[in-house]
């Protein structure tokens, strides 16, 4: 464990105060006192920060699982979300708790989700699967009797993969923003239907 301390004036100290920002933002903090000192020349606040040597932390830049997966993985991925997310909210925890969006990539990825392709995937165990496992068994080949078919195929739809959907100017959805286009589907956009 590391100490440092900073002194920043109350007035006047605004690039100690980033100094100290920037400090804080890259290492792995244990504990921040404060306490405000007055001075006869000024008052000044006195930081003692507490920290692990040698963690420092830069910040991740985050994935586009469109850019990476598949249409039908990303279509699966999609879905998968959005799930989790009804998971996360009804036990009050975050989404990331019940599975990583790289956790979901790998399953989207997946030609059939069973307890056993689950347990392949890095960071999924047992526990996982028996919890959470039952409501991803029956993504990985939609089929109109699945539960979950009118789902997939509109998030299908949403993302611009599905063969049919036009807008109402009878232009093909694919045609207007493919897969690798890199664009996203706009809610304001003409609306659409399945030809």
């Known amino acids: 464990m590391q100490i440092k301390i900073f002194s920043i004036p109350v007035m006047g ?86 599975f990583t969006d790289a956790e979901l990539a790998e399953l989207a990825k997946l030609e059939q989700v069973t307890a056993a392709t689950m347990k392949k995937v890095k960071g999924i165990g047992e526990k996982k699967v028996e919890k959470y496992g039952k409501h991803f068994f029956s993504l990985s080949e939609p089929n109109e009797k699945s539960p979950l078919a009118p789902r997939f195929h509109l998030v299908r739809v949403l993302c611009g993969f599905h063969p049919l959907a036009k807008t109402t100017e009878g232009e093909h959805l694919t045609d207007m923003n493919p897969p690798d286009s890199g664009m996203r589907w706009n809610p304001l956009a003409p609306r659409f239907h399945l030809a």
């Open 13 to 98: 100290g605004e690039a100690l105060a980033e100094e100290m920002n920037v400090f804080l933002r890259s290492r792995k903090i244990l504990q921040v006192e404060q306490q405000l000192i007055q001075e006869s020349h000024g008052s000044l606040w006195c930081f003692c920060i507490r920290y692990i040597e040698g963690e420092v932390y830069m910040a991740k830049e985050k994935t586009d699982y469109k850019d990476i997966l598949e249409p039908d993985a990303f279509t699966r991925f999609v879905a998968m979300k959005g799930i989790r997310k009804k998971l996360a909210d009804e036990e009050g925890i975050r989404a990331y708790n019940v």
